[in-house]
């Protein structure tokens, strides 16, 4: 999102969430998330969060910070969460560990090894009624190349289809390339999905508008104003 603001970037494809939170004066136009604890941690249910758990966040505004507010709206706590921020996924398990915080909250799927090598314990999934990642682009950049936005995004759409349509031989690259187990790979690929026109759902980010708001991570978001179609 700095990057966008900054003019460092034309184009980022980013979690949905963080987009939102992050829209600033309508500069930027627009998955299973799973709660980990240490492993000899008390908290049996995501309920038992509710208290004076601290949880841990990669930067201020992502995702990991945003959705921990998301929950706490979800499951109506009645107060925000406290978050303080450690770093990256490293940093926070290693802050779990250490307990420096209390949970996270991170993509299921790459969680999986860390669950399997007993370094935290999965609490339970958070699932937010919108897509995973979105599109986001300057205002300007978006109508000033439209003809150029849309080749990019059939480009990637071409290449995710592509990629899904032959998963198992390309599991075999994320594997690789990633380092997660083939079993974690293929229940990854059962449910991802990818639009096939890069259309905006405006509803679901009405609804993502409508949840952050009520979290308290946004405020007096026009949906309208800031949701943009590059012209072809």
Known sequence: MRRLEAGELDVAICVTEGLVAGINDNAIRFV????????DAEYATLDDLAGNAVFGASRQGSG???????????????????????????????????RTVDAFLWERTT??????????RYLGTVRPPWPAFSYAAQTQFIQANGQ????????AQTAAREFM???EKNNGF??????YAQSDVA???AYVRYSEDGSVDRAKIAKA????????????????????????
């Not at 150029?148 to 480009?155: H, I, K, N, V």
């Not at 952050?212 to 072809?232: F, H, N, S």
Request: glycine fraction near 8%.
């Open 111 to 120: 969680m999986q090894r860390h669950y399997k090598q007993d370094e935290v």
């Open 32 to 39: 299973a998330w799973a709660v980990s604890v240490r492993v």
């Open 148 to 155: 150029r936005l849309r080749a990019f995004m059939e480009w």
């Open 209 to 232: 508008v409508q949840v952050l708001e009520r979290a308290g991570v946004i405020q007096g978001v026009d949906v309208d104003g800031v949701v943009l179609t590059p012209e072809a």
């Open 174 to 179: 994320v594997c690789e390339r990633f380092g």
């Open 64 to 98: 990991s910070d945003v959705m921990a507010r998301y929950m706490a709206s979800q499951f109506e706590w009645g107060h925000e969460p406290h978050v303080r921020v450690v770093g990256d996924i490293r940093a926070l398990v290693k802050g779990v560990q250490t």
């Open 165 to 167: 349509n032959d998963v």
């Open 187 to 189: 229940e990854w690929a």
